[in-house]
């Protein structure tokens, strides 16, 4: 199939692909200004409490910006005395074929992390800090671990992957997002004569399918070991999660000179039911997300368990 013929074709599926799996073609909101996240940001003006001085950057996943899925942490990490930051990216491109339904953190996850380098590094130069910690949720945790296995080390003291899809998904469990299972879009677009990974890719951006267990993207990734050297990882997961499927897909395994902690979110309060957004937002998992940022908070403030 010629270029044209086929991005036509393309473009054409988009609309069809959404209807096979009987779901509306959802409307994705424009990227955050950055006042909708109070305290993030103040490049210029924020100083850090002293037991507090490295910077925090929040990487969020595909699907949901930086407002919709930092507005809990970022408030309670800026109280404390953290200063914050926060990236939009990975929108449509205004000419491209691809995300044309405008996913947060839908372009190539590569891309991505360059996108992220710039940022820390602009986060850097600002605050003077030699490093950062990072919290990064769902394939945001993709986009942290790129960056520092290809992108640029040394940069990052502690990881904190909150959902993370590591070692991808199978989405065979997936009613909260749009596509269905990764079966299910391989069957509908091999029925339709269609390459599934160029459908997805103009419909939500090469991201989704990176994400996929078994992609070329995760093989790349995750040669050679789950982490770098120097850096400290905490994976926060839920049992509950309907995304990173099976839910133990968040988890790391510790290479050479870094440290893993990897952790269930009902570790100490079995039955506790949080979904893969709820891992943003529910007090257990902001307390799990806290203390892997300020060890010695667990002395002082006990794990809730509502």
């Not at 800026?78 to 044309?100: I, K, M, T, W």
């Not at 529910?282 to 002395?299: E, F, K, V, Y």
Request: net charge negative; aromatic share 6%; charged share 15%.
């Amino acid at each position: 199939m010629g270029h044209l013929r086929l991005g036509t074709a393309l473009a054409a599926a988009v609309p069809v692909l959404m209807s096979a799996f009987l779901v509306p073609v959802p409307t994705y909101a424009a990227p955050a200004d950055e006042s909708s996240l109070p305290g993030v940001n103040q490049f210029t003006s924020c100083t850090p409490a002293p037991e507090h001085q490295r910077p925090v950057v929040l990487v969020h996943g595909n699907g949901s910006g930086m407002a919709a899925t930092w507005r809990t942490l970022s408030k309670r990490l800026s109280d404390s005395g953290f200063c914050v930051f926060a990236l939009d990216y990975g929108r449509h491109q205004p000419g491209s074929d691809e995300n044309l339904l405008d996913l947060a953190g839908g372009s190539d996850i590569e891309e991505s992390a360059d996108v992220l380098a710039a940022f820390v590094s602009k986060v850097r130069s600002a605050t003077a800090a030699d490093k950062v910690d990072v919290v990064a949720h769902s394939m945001g945790a993709l986009t942290a671990r790129h960056y520092l296995k290809f992108v640029e080390r040394n940069t990052i003291h502690t990881v904190v992957s909150v959902g993370g899809t590591n070692h991808g998904s199978t989405f065979e469990s997936n009613t909260d997002l749009p596509l269905g299972s990764n079966s299910e879009i391989y069957r509908q677009t091999d029925a339709a004569g269609l390459p599934a990974d160029e459908v997805l890719a103009a419909a939500v951006g090469p991201a989704y399918a990176q994400q996929m267990a078994g992609s070329s993207f995760l093989t790349q990734l995750n040669a050679g070991g789950d982490t770098v050297p120097g850096v400290d990882y905490v994976a926060v997961a839920t049992r509950g999660d309907k995304v990173v499927t099976p839910p133990e897909s968040a988890f790391l395994t510790a290479g050479p000179d870094a440290t893993v902690r990897n952790v269930w979110v009902q570790d100490g309060c079995p039955g506790l039911v949080v979904d893969h957004m709820g891992l943003t937002t529910h007090p257990r998992s902001l307390w799990l997300i806290h203390t892997a940022l300020d060890p010695d908070l667990a002395d002082t403030m006990p794990a809730p368990c509502p």
